[in-house]
Every structure is written in C-alpha cells, then in structure tokens.
C-alpha cells in the first residue's frame, strides 16, 4: 500500500511569489491533515480535512494560505504572495478515523518550502 | 504558550542502554498521546501511543508512561540500537481536537 505522497520536495521561490504543495493521502483514508514545522520547531496543525470539507482550519496562520480538497481525494495547498517567514517544512498526513477516535496519522515526508 | 514541551532538545546514549525521553505537557484536557519518530528527510513516523486512562503501555522495546498529576509522559526504550537514532516528537490531544506536537529531541545512539 502507497503511503503518504507529496509534491514537491523541495521548492525554493522569492518572497511574492505563488507555491502550491500537493498531498495525496493513503487511498480511503476520508481525514487529510497539513502541517508546518519552521525552525526546527514544534510541528504546528495547520488544517484538516474530512473528505473534501474542512473540519477545522484554526491553524491557518492568514489569507495568504489556501487549501483544497476538491472531490475528497489529493489536496493543494497554495501560499500566495509567499513571504519569508512562510519558509519551513510542510507535512501532510492523513488518517482513517478523526481526532478523538484514537487515530494515528500517517505522515508524507515532507515539503522543504524555502522563501528568499 | 507552547502546551507539549520536550525541554531536551538532544540526548546520547550508547548502544544497549536505556534511553528516556521526556515530555510535559500543559493541558490537561489532552486525552490521548502518541510519540512520532522522524529520520532525516521524512516524515514522522507513529511509534507508540497512550490514551489517558491508563499510565503504561508497552510494544517490545519501546514503552511510554503516563504520570497524569505530573502532566508528564517519557518514552524508554531498551535496549537502545543504533537504527533508534532519530528525532522523535512527543504529540498530544484532546479528543475532537487536532494534534499539539513538542519541538522534539534528537537521540543519538552510540555503538
């Protein structure tokens, strides 16, 4: 079975400039997470998904980010204009069963996001 | 605020010895914790996991205690092996909310 797959693995753009990362989830698994770690840092929630609706998208630092999950599958993250405190890793993961359901998220490796 | 901490950003040990790995948290609504694994340019990887009703529990060499009074949890693992040499995260969360993760400690394991 596939795992979790991301896309780029690294991408390197100037500060105004538009990314978007792409995850595709374990086939069937309804719950898709993102994920940013910066620094080093903690692992920070961004949103989740169930199926193609966002569940919870506290995470989100501002407007400048926008995630899809059109019909349930992959989903797109775009950071647009991008700014330099936006660089860091971006992990994707996803699950069978949500938070509160004793779920453990599987994760993707990873984008390396670097803003210059 | 940060609500799960791992206040050992590295540790050493040497092959065949314990390693203990500690995590505090600040919430405690959190019912449920897991400990992630990550090797150099991958994802983090589930290990083992503890709902908050109970205050060990074990799979082979790894095992993850609970001391809910204490709002801490460490992770042993024994015998330590090279190949266990990662930076492993401590997560946690309260049930239909999302994952807290701390900012992780590096192990290394010295043959």
């Known amino acids: 079975e596939a795992g979790v797959t991301q896309f780029p693995s690294h991408s390197v753009i100037e500060k105004g400039q538009t990314v978007t990362l792409r995850c595709d989830p374990i086939?069937?698994?309804?719950?898709l997470y993102w994920y940013r770690r910066v620094m080093g840092k903690e692992i920070k929630f961004l949103l989740h998904?169930?199926?193609?609706?966002?569940?919870?998208e506290s995470g989100m630092p501002n407007n400048r980010f926008l995630a899809e999950r059109t019909g349930g599958t992959y989903s797109t993250l775009k950071v647009q204009p991008a700014e330099l405190e936006d660089s860091g890793v971006y992990f994707c993961?996803?699950?069978?069963?949500?938070?509160?359901?004793?779920?453990?998220?599987?994760f993707g490796p990873g984008t390396r996001l670097t803003v210059t | 605020d940060q609500q799960v901490k791992q206040n050992s950003p590295s540790l050493s040990v040497q092959e065949g010895r314990i390693s203990i790995l500690n995590c505090d948290y600040t919430?405690?609504?959190?019912?449920?914790f897991l400990w992630y694994k990550k090797y150099p340019a991958e994802g983090p990887t589930f290990l083992i996991s503890?709902?908050?009703?109970?205050d060990k529990n074990e799979d082979g060499r790894f095992t993850v205690f609970l001391n809910k009074s204490a709002k801490h949890l460490s992770l042993h693992i024994v015998p330590s092996q090279p190949g266990d040499s990662a930076v492993y995260f401590c997560?946690?969360?309260?049930?239909?909310?999302?994952?807290?993760f701390g900012p992780g400690t590096r192990l290394s394991v010295l043959p």
């Open positions: 997560a946690a969360y309260n049930y239909g909310q999302n994952f807290v």
């Open positions: 998904f169930v199926k193609e609706s966002k569940q919870d």
């Open positions: 503890i709902s908050s009703i109970k």
């Open positions: 919430n405690s609504m959190f019912d449920y």
């Open positions: 993961a996803s699950s069978q069963r949500g938070p509160g359901q004793g779920n453990e998220q599987y």
């Open positions: 086939s069937g698994h309804d719950n």
